[in-house]
């Protein structure tokens, strides 16, 4: 993909492929792979596989252990799609286009077990519950609602809940080497500087628990802001929540908590930029290249913990690995009873750090080179600290415009949209700027010395070494998955896109003018209603 439109950017080089032999002789002369060496024969359960981060989990799982035993995927039906189909969408994805070539019997390792971890015991029937205690070594636990909006009572019965149901489950697991419980940076986001250490619950998870299953839930959203106190949103609290379930219920088990930043598309596999979803600052930037979204409230200058998504899972396997290494069993092996689980950040402001300034910077740097063709206004984008100046900024280019627009479709008979997608997005905006208008101090020791730990054909198949992360060239491929996987426009479009920008460019200038000419002559009428 990146390799097409090469031409459309000649400032810079985009990450080259390498064949399949090219890169297996050059893994053949680091050294065998120690994480593959450990998950050899063995077989994994993981929750959230259809999620981001899960289905990049399952092809680098299937992809760089090749001598995996098989795969549990815990699913369960949606929107009137059972688990097969949801599943089989999910592998005709071009991200697997790698592992088909590479493992082209891949399919045959997966097993897929119905379930729902916002469920008591995670909806597992017995059967299915008896064959994951007698044959499941590995469990990456990353199955969670994300969203930041999400009712308190369905947030806890999936990120609280869940956990523990998967704590218990993992105890009964008889050959468990390790359990990665994947968190987020920001559970403790009520603390300025994060160390990788557990942090004390506003209220145990036992009790939240107890509150949202004997509760009425109308009472539940009523009390709602009480119970998150200086959190901003049910996930980050119940995130942290799920902490303290961790902390309790992994007493004797190998369990590591890991914590990743905001996660964004690929940095280079096993597609670079790939990414499937509009979360967060990748959300941003959709609205942005579309010329939709022209301000955010933001703290230019501060940092924007930004990690890629492929890094992030290769973090992830390698903590299972440490785990394993350390303490390989729940039994003999164990860990002791009084040692709390290390935990890993994550985290790229440590090393590499990034302000959201720069951030917007590379995606309009790169982003201008193939403008979508999927564009309905012009690119005008500011960030700014102060609430007046980005009240004024909608204002000006998001309310007036969307009732011109919607009056003129009602006018032609055609129904109004804007004002309403303006609504959804200033309620994005504000969700994001929390975010984005503070700046957190994180420690990533942990993390930093696994980097260390690795073997050299570990670092390179298994790369999640920050230091080394290229924000350019990075931002190069972003932003063409962006245009490409997000919003589906084709690398064939980029001089129709181009097109389409310069016209779009004019049209602004023009609006800019009429809108500027009429201000002036209401100003000058009122000022001469004042003179008479």
Known sequence: MVADIQKYSPKMKP???????????????????????????????????TGFLGKLMVDKLLRCCPDLKKLFLLARPKKNKDIAKRLQEQFDDVLYDKL?????????????????VGAINLGLSQEDRTKIANEVEFIFHGAATVRFDEALKTA???????????????????????????????????????????????????????????MDEKVINSITPGLLGDFPNTYAYTKSVAEDVVQKYSKGLPVALFRPSIVIGTAKEPVAGWIDNVYGPTGVVVGAAVGLLHALICKPNAVADLVPGDMVVNACIATAWKTAKDYPGNHEDAPPPDLTPPVYNFVSSTQKPLTWSKFMK?????????????????????????????????????????????????????????????????????V????????????????????????????????????????????????????????????????????????????????????????????????SLLDL
């Open 100 to 116: 088909r070539k590479e493992r082209p019997n891949f399919i045959e390792k997966i097993c897929i077990v119905e379930g729902d």
């Open 432 to 527: 994001i700027s929390y975010f984005a208008t503070r700046e957190w101090k994180f420690h990533s020791g942990n993390t930093e010395g696994l980097v260390r730990e690795l073997c050299p054909a570990d670092r390179q198949t298994f790369d999640f070494d920050l230091s080394r992360l290229d924000w350019s060239e990075y931002f190069y491929n972003y932003v063409r998955g962006v245009r490409v996987y997000l919003l589906k426009d084709p690398v064939e479009t980029v001089p129709a896109g181009l097109r389409r920008h310069n016209i779009l460019k004019y049209s602004h200038y023009i609006f800019c003018a009429v809108l500027t000419f009429v201000l002036v002559r209401l100003l000058w009428a009122a000022w």
């Open 362 to 430: 590379y995606n309009e740097i790169y982003g201008l080179e193939v403008p979508t063709v999927q564009a309905i206004y012009y690119y005008v984008f500011m960030l700014t600290s102060s609430r007046f100046a980005y009240t004024l900024y909608c204002f000006f280019l998001h309310w007036i415009p969307a009732y011109i627009i919607d009056g003129v479709a009602v006018l032609i008979g055609k129904k109004p949209m804007l004002r309403k997608a303006y609504t959804k997005i200033s309620k994005f905006s504000e």
């Open 15 to 49: 990450v080259g492929e390498v064949t399949g032999f090219d890169a297996m002789d050059k893994l053949e002369a680091l050294g065998e792979s120690q994480i593959g060496k450990m998950f050899a024969g063995t077989t994994v359960l993981l929750t959230g596989g």
């Open 156 to 214: 806890v019965e999936i990120n609280v809940r869940g956990t523990r149901e998967m704590c218990i489950l993992a105890r009964s697991c008889g050959k468990l080497k390790a359990l990665v419980h994947i968190s987020t940076a920001y559970s403790n986001c009520t603390v300025m500087e994060i160390e990788e250490r557990f942090y004390e619950s506003s209220l145990p998870g036992d009790k939240l628990i107890d509150l949202v299953e004997t």
